[in-house]
């Protein structure tokens, strides 16, 4: 296949999805809600950015200190930022890992990329995890009907939830899995070592971090909301921004710069519960806009000069002997 066919396949797609999401709303209601924008609100989403980000480094970090040694403070914000900027401009951030590995020479390029596997994974799992209790009570309270649709997706969080909860408290068995599976192709039984070195205990700090970033970047969204509609009520705000990344999370995203899940899923939650659809489509590319572009702005000056061809022994030899 021409290289060139899935960046236009992508392209197409994304297109595609965000004309589906402009039809469904009224753009002059979205214009409307951002005139009107109350500053405070957009102050306090602003000011949370740094804890956001200060959050994830904080965590990518002990993660990667549990099985190697911690990277200093500037290289680890620059790894941080080049992330970011890479990851920006690819499909579902996978770019996140090379900017991340490409920042940190001399360091095993295996360890780095798993550190933030394992990372994301937390997120994951904290993010259905609470998406799913927000599913199930709104179920339970008979906001959303017992339909098949709706316990087909409460099924399939609690299957996510259940493998990555396995995964983070026992480690060693999702190495295992891995040996198990691509047996010696790339070495992955010997670099899967970070996993068989991770403990429960090691994790808990991480898990902790991960909980308290989620509430910082749902509470980021919550404040977009308001600032957009102030008389707009807590708890289907709250409900509706939780499911919104309880969806985000669970639907792979195809698209370029990562856009249309999100916004969609706002759309479709918050019409579903009585809110403005065009104040969620509002609050979510204010939020792109926020989490997402700032940063990889922020981050340019860190790509240059990065070694992307080329390895060290550092590269492919094991970052420690397992115990």
């Not at 009224?26 to 950015?49: F, I, M, Y």
């Not at 002990?62 to 790894?79: F, I, K, S, Y």
């Amino acid at each position: 296949m021409p290289r060139w066919v899935r960046p236009l396949g992508q392209a197409a797609l994304t297109i595609g999805v965000l004309a589906a999401i402009v039809a469904a709303v009224d753009l002059s209601a979205v214009a409307e809600a951002v005139r009107r924008a109350r500053w405070p609100w957009l102050c306090l989403a602003v000011a949370l950015l740094p804890v956001n980000v200060g959050l994830d480094g904080w965590v990518w970090g002990r993660l990667l200190g549990a099985v190697d040694e911690q990277l200093p403070p500037g290289q680890l914000a620059r790894a941080l930022l080049c992330g970011f900027t890479l990851g920006f401009w690819t499909p579902v951030r996978v770019g996140e890992f090379a900017g991340r590995v490409w920042s940190v020479p001399g360091r095993n390029r295996w360890v780095l990329s798993l550190s933030v596997v394992a990372q994301r994974m937390l997120d994951m799992g904290v993010g259905v995890g609470v998406g799913l209790l927000l599913l199930g009570g709104t179920l339970y309270a008979g906001t959303l009907p017992l339909s098949t649709g709706w316990l087909l997706a409460a099924a399939l969080g609690a299957g996510t939830v259940a493998v990555l909860a396995a995964a983070v408290l026992v480690p060693r068995r999702l190495s295992a899995l891995g040996s198990a599976l691509f047996g010696e192709t790339l070495s992955l039984p010997t670099q899967s070592s970070f996993f068989r070195r991770l403990t429960p205990v090691a994790l808990l700090p991480a898990l902790g971090g991960t909980v308290v970033r989620y509430f910082v970047f749902t509470g980021q969204f919550a404040g977009l909301v308001w600032a957009l509609s102030a008389e707009a009520p807590v708890a289907p705000v709250a409900t509706a921004v939780g499911l919104t990344f309880y969806a985000k999370y669970l639907i792979p995203s195809l698209t370029l710069l990562d856009l249309g899940i999100r916004e969609g899923g706002a759309v479709f939650f918050f019409s579903l519960l009585g809110l403005s659809p065009a104040v969620g489509l509002a609050a979510s590319l204010l939020l792109f806009t926020l989490n997402t572009l700032l940063p990889a702005v922020v981050g340019l000056p860190t790509i240059r000069g990065l070694t992307v061809l080329g390895s060290t022994a550092e590269d492919t030899a094991p970052a420690g002997a397992d115990s």
